[in-house]
Every structure is written in structure tokens, then in C-alpha cells.
Nanobody
Framework: VQLVESGGGLVQPGGSLTLSCAAS????????MGWYRQAPGKQRELVAT???????NYADSVKGRFTISRDNAKNTVYLQMNSLKSEDTAVYYC?????????WGKGTLVTVSS
């Protein structure tokens, strides 16, 4: 199983960024897909998830600013991030989950700074 994130980088406060996660080695459309993040010195936390049926769940801190979506034909999940804040700075990890199985990508760094 491979989850490969891309799209991270440096962005100014108020800016936007879109992360992508390409999955291989799994039957993508039967997995809940999600994005998590880990800021320096902090624990990894949930950002957003999208189920196989398309139900989305967001952390309160990103509601109204971030949008998660999935393209089952491309085995890819996206995270559109708008109105970015300095506190969004973190390594963002892609996750796939089904039952007791969890798979993780290696992460992509997002830095929000002027």
C-alpha cells in the first residue's frame, strides 16, 4: 500500500493551497480517506475525513476554510485549504482506513508564513 502526498509548500497567511494524495495497492473506493496534521511539538490531529459514501467530517479549527474531496476514478483524495493561518503550519498526512486497518503516507509540509 502506498499513499503519496503532494502539494505542500510555503504560503502567506490568507492564501490557499491544495494537497493531493494518490493511493495504490488498495481498493480505494471502499476506504474512508482522511487528512491529519502534526505541528512541531504537538500530537497528530484529525483535519478532515471523507467516507466511501461521501460524508465529510472536519475539525472545528478548519470548518469553513478547508474542503476534502475524493476522486475514486483517480484513487486520489484532495484537501483544498483556503484562508490559511500560521497555526495551520504542520506536516499533513494522508490516511486510509477500513475496519481495523490504517495506512499512512509520509506527509507533506505546509508552512504558512509571511
Amino acid at each position: 500500500v502506498q499513499l503519496v502526498e503532494s502539494g505542500g509548500g510555503l504560503v502567506q497567511p490568507g492564501g490557499s493551497l491544495t494537497l493531493s494524495c494518490a493511493a495504490s495497492g488498495i481498493i480505494f473506493n471502499i476506504y474512508t480517506m482522511g487528512w491529519y496534521r502534526q505541528a512541531p511539538g504537538k500530537q497528530r490531529e484529525l483535519v478532515a475525513t471523507v467516507t466511501t459514501g461521501g460524508t465529510r467530517n472536519y475539525a472545528d479549527s478548519v470548518k469553513g476554510r478547508f474542503t476534502i474531496s475524493r476522486d475514486n476514478a483517480k484513487n486520489t483524495v484532495y484537501l483544498q485549504m483556503n484562508s490559511l493561518k500560521s497555526e495551520d503550519t504542520a506536516v499533513y498526512y494522508c490516511n486510509s482506513a477500513r475496519g481495523g486497518m490504517n495506512f499512512w503516507g509520509k506527509g507533506t509540509l505546509v508552512t504558512v508564513s509571511s
